[in-house]
């Protein structure tokens, strides 16, 4: 297998997650910036043009960040980073679902449509007119996990998951992009710090 990433949240997860799997594998790095993800030679393999891509050893290109590390859970159960039993993934996957579509989402299409306009609006459909509430709507996303966190060390409970991979991976989007957390916001300011320790943060810095 190979995995095609780039700049970004999205290959900055499944790197995260790989690392943390103990998955050691060979990499391609595709120019976004350049939009070498969006010309004929990356299409054929991708073609909604978005990175990361797992390239199996049969040919198959798996794409979506969700599907890849899910495949990999599969290949490589331990750690367990979705979850060892049906509960514990049905608490992942729910965590990892609200996080996407309360915070991860938004966040995106409100970079998109405001600071990262110049270099998406000829790429995909960009809602300019939309850029504050869509950014509005991921600190509301933000605060709502922020009073549902308690005192867990992990957004799923005592134990890493993906769902603390992808909420860290684009909390740490959001600061670069000016939609960083809220200064009051202390669990998750406390859980950030304990995510940014460990060594596959530190490694796709």
Known sequence: MKLYHSIGPNPRLVR???????????????DIIAGENRQSPFLAINPSGSTPVLMLDSGEA???????????????????????????????????RRIDLAIVQ???????AAEGLP???????????AADDLKATAREGLAWLEAR???????????LTLAD???YSFVEFGA???????AGQARLSAWRERMASRDSAKATA
């Open 106 to 112: 938004p966040m995106t299409h409100g970079f998109r």
């Open 176 to 182: 670069l992009v000016g939609q960083g957390l809220d």
């Open 16 to 30: 995260m997650f790989l690392i943390e799997k103990g998955i050691e594998l060979p990499a391609v790095d595709v």
């Open 62 to 96: 798996l794409a979506e960040t969700t599907a890849i590390c899910e495949y990999l859970e599969e290949l490589h159960p331990q750690p367990p980073l979705i979850g060892s039993t049906p509960e514990a993934r049905a608490r992942t996957r729910m965590w990892t």
């Open 119 to 129: 270099m998406f609006k000829e790429r995909v459909r960009c809602l300019p007119q």
């Open 165 to 167: 991979i992808v909420l």
């Open 149 to 159: 966190l308690g005192e867990r060390p992990f957004v799923a409970g005592d134990a």
